[in-house]
């Protein structure tokens, strides 16, 4: 796929399990040349991941 989304991919799940799935994740970034977005609060995942690029803010109903 050109885009993967993943909404707390990693919220349930053990430090071995998170590091698994952002190995998958940059996998499909690097080989296939997919794009992943990740939606999640888990600091293991910004920490898991190279090459991050950040937006911090929020779009509501009616924002431009």
Known sequence: PRLLLADEPTASLDDA???AVIHLFQ???ERLGTAVLIA??????EQGIDGI??????MTKGSQ
Do not use: I, K, N
């Open 17 to 19: 399990r998170t590091e």
């Open 27 to 29: 996998e499909a970034s």
């Open 40 to 45: 999640t609060h888990d600091a293991r995942v």
């Open 53 to 58: 690029t950040e937006y911090w803010g929020s």
